[in-house]
C-alpha cells in the first residue's frame, strides 16, 4: 500500500501533556510514549519563545508549556531506529518564519529519515516498502492554520528539502467545533482548509475545541465505535469513498484510536498491515487507586523518637501502630485508605530498593520539591533515603495498602514516600513553567486531614475493594473535579479556603472573647 493509502492514529499537539508539564494540555502521555503506544501521525505547533528560550514546540503561547525541539526530533530518530518497519507522518503548523530556524535543530541522521522523493504534484507517493527500503521512513508536512500565502513554504520556496506544504495535497475538517458538533457529522467532516480536490491525505480532527481540553470528553469521542462511526460515515457520506488519512485525537492514551485505525488498515489492506497495537502498560483502575504491596517494608516501635524500630512487613501493619515517617521520627497509623489482604493487583517495583507502589502513588525523588507518582520515576533517579534506581519492573503482588499517618509521609523500603495518590496524570498538581505551587501530596494533604477532622471517631469501614468509606465517594468527586473541570475546581479550593478562614476567625474570637471574661 502507498503512504497515502492507509490510516495513521495522530494526536493532537502531540508535543503537549502532562508529563511535560503543559498547563492545559491536550495529552496526558509524551510524544515518546505516543510513539510506543502506536501513534503515527504527529502533529506539532513551533513557536518563537524569545531570545532566551529560541524557538520550541508549544502551542499558541510559550508559557503554558514548551518542549526541546531537538529532544523532539532526537526521539523520532531513536523511535525510528529500534523499530525499523515503521512509518511516521509529521505534521508541524507553522504560524510565523520558524521553519528554517526549526530546520536547524534536526540533526544530520533525522533529514536522511526524512522522504524526498516527491518532486511535482503528478509523482504518486511511495509505497511503505519502499519508504521502508530507502530508510525514508517519515513524511514531513508542514502549513499555517489559516493556509495563509505567507505560511505556505513551497509558495515561498524555502521549504527544506521533503517538506512539503500540507495544503498542497490535502485538507482538514474542522478543529473548533464543540462535542455535540462532531456528532453533526455533515458539518464536521466537511472542508474547513485546504482543497477538496487535494486529497490525498485528509486530517479527520475528531477532538472538541472546549474552554481547555477535558479527559472526559476524550473518553466519549474515542471510544472504539464513535471512531469507527465517524471514519465511515465521513468517507461514505461526505468524502465519495475517500477515507481517513490522519485520525486525530486529544488524549490518545484514552480510547481506542490506535485500535480504530490498525482494524481500518486490516480492512484495507486485507490483513497484511502490521499490527499498530500498543505496547503494554501496567493496567490502570476506573478508580484511583495508591498502595503499597503487602511485602514491603517498613519500621514500627514503642516509642515516637530515639528508638531503632522493628522493620516488619506492610501486610503486618495494624492501626495506631507507630511508624518511621522521617529519619527518627516515628507516626501513629491512623487509618487506611485502601486496606486489603487478599487482592492481587500490578505494582511498580524499583530496583534495588525493592519499593514496591502502584503507579499513582507518590514517592519522594531527589531534584523534586515535592513527591512524584511511582509511574514518573526514570532509571537513574534517586530516591530520598535510599538509593539510586537501577532497573524498574511491573510485577504482580497480592495484598493493597495505604497507611495514614499526621504528616502524611511514610518510609517504606528505606524511601520516604507519601500516604497519597496522584489526582491526574501529572508529576504536580498545579504548575506554571518550572514554579511548583500546588503539589498532590499537599492538595491531598489537606482534604484528607480535613475529611478525617469531620468524620473523627467515626468506626473504620472499607469497600468490598478495600477502599476506605469515609475517603471514596470523596476521592471520585474530587479526581472528576480536577480532570477536566478547572474552573469547578478554583471554585472549590476558593470555598474551602474562605470556609478554614471563617471557622479559624469564630474560634480565634471565642477564645479572646474568653480571655476577657
Known amino acids: 500500500m502507498r503512504a497515502n493509502e492507509i490510516t495513521y492514529p495522530s494526536s493532537h499537539n502531540v508535543m503537549s501533556s502532562t508529563e511535560d508539564d503543559f498547563i492545559f494540555p491536550n495529552n496526558i502521555k509524551s510524544m515518546e510514549k505516543a510513539l510506543e503506544g502506536g501513534i503515527r501521525g504527529l502533529l506539532l505547533d513551533s513557536c518563537d519563545c524569545g531570545i532566551d528560550d529560541g524557538i520550541q514546540f508549544c502551542h499558541g503561547e510559550c508559557f503554558l508549556g514548551t518542549k526541546d525541539p531537538t529532544q523532539t526530533f532526537d526521539a523520532i530518530v531513536e523511535f525510528l531506529n529500534t523499530n525499523p518497519n515503521e512509518v ?58 489559516d493556509n495563509s500565502p505567507d505560511t505556505n513554504c513551497a509558495l515561498l520556496g524555502d521549504c527544506p528539502d521533503g517538506v512539503y506544504n500540507f495544503y498542497d495535497y490535502g485538507f482538514q475538517t474542522p478543529w473548533d467545533l464543540k462535542e455535540d458538533e462532531l456528532n453533526d457529522y455533515e458539518r464536521s467532516c466537511r472542508v474547513f482548509v485546504g482543497r477538496e480536490s487535494a486529497d490525498d491525505f485528509i486530517m479527520n480532527n475528531h477532538y472538541a475545541k472546549e474552554l481547555v481540553p477535558e479527559e472526559d470528553i476524550a473518553k466519549q469521542m474515542n471510544s472504539l465505535s464513535n471512531l469507527q462511526d465517524r471514519m465511515k460515515i465521513c468517507s461514505e457520506n ?65 516509642k515516637q523518637n530515639g528508638d531503632f524500630g522493628t522493620p516488619i512487613a506492610m501486610k503486618d501493619l495494624r492501626l495506631g501502630d507507630l511508624v518511621l515517617v522521617d529519619q527518627n521520627r516515628y507516626e501513629k497509623v491512623y487509618s487506611f485508605a485502601h486496606y486489603h489482604t487478599t487482592i492481587e493487583t500490578e505494582y511498580i517495583q524499583l530496583l534495588p530498593s525493592q519499593l514496591e507502589m502502584t503507579p499513582q502513588h507518590l514517592v519522594f525523588v531527589q531534584g523534586y520539591q515535592e513527591p512524584i507518582p511511582a ?113 469547578l475546581l478554583i471554585s472549590v479550593i476558593t470555598i474551602v479556603i474562605t470556609f478554614s478562614f471563617v471557622v479559624a476567625t469564630i474560634l480565634l474570637t471565642i477564645r479572646e472573647k474568653g480571655k476577657i471574661l
Open 238 to 302: 461526505v468524502w465519495r469513498g475517500r477515507n481517513t488519512s490522519l485520525l486525530v485525537v486529544d488524549f490518545w492514551s484514552i480510547g481506542d484510536v490506535v485500535k480504530a485505525a490498525n482494524e481500518q488498515n486490516l480492512a484495507l489492506s486485507g490483513g497484511n498491515t502490521p499490527s499498530l497495537e500498543p505496547t503494554p502498560e501496567p493496567s490502570t483502575d476506573s478508580t484511583p487507586v495508591g498502595c503499597f504491596s503487602g511485602n514491603s517494608m517498613i519500621v514500627v516501635s514503642k
Open 88 to 145: 511516521l507522518i509529521l505534521e508541524i503548523q507553522v504560524d510565523d518564519d520558524t521553519l528554517l530556524g526549526l530546520w536547524e535543530y534536526t540533526s544530520d541522521e533525522f533529514r536522511s529519515m526524512v522522504y524526498n522523493g516527491r518532486k511535482n504534484f503528478f509523482d504518486s507517493w511511495p509505497t511503505l516498502n519502499d519508504m521502508i527500503d530507502l530508510n525514508q521512513r517519515m513524511i514531513v508536512f508542514q502549513h499555517g492554520g
Open 375 to 487: 509511574s514518573s520515576v526514570r532509571v537513574g533517579d534517586v530516591l530520598v533515603g535510599s538509593t539510586q534506581v537501577t532497573k524498574i519492573r511491573v510485577i504482580l503482588c497480592q495484598g493493597m495498602y495505604a497507611p495514614l499517618t499526621p504528616s502524611g509521609t511514610i518510609v517504606v523500603n528505606g524511601a520516604m514516600a507519601s500516604n497519597y495518590i496522584t489526582l491526574k496524570s501529572t508529576k504536580h498538581f498545579f504548575q506554571v513553567g518550572s514554579t511548583l505551587l500546588i503539589s498532590h501530596h499537599a492538595i491531598s494533604h489537606f482534604f484528607v486531614t480535613l475529611i478525617y477532622r469531620l468524620t473523627w471517631n467515626k468506626k473504620e469501614q472499607y469497600t468490598t475493594d478495600g477502599i476506605n468509606l469515609h475517603l471514596d465517594t470523596a476521592y471520585k468527586v474530587f479526581s472528576w473535579i480536577v480532570n477536566g473541570n478547572f474552573f
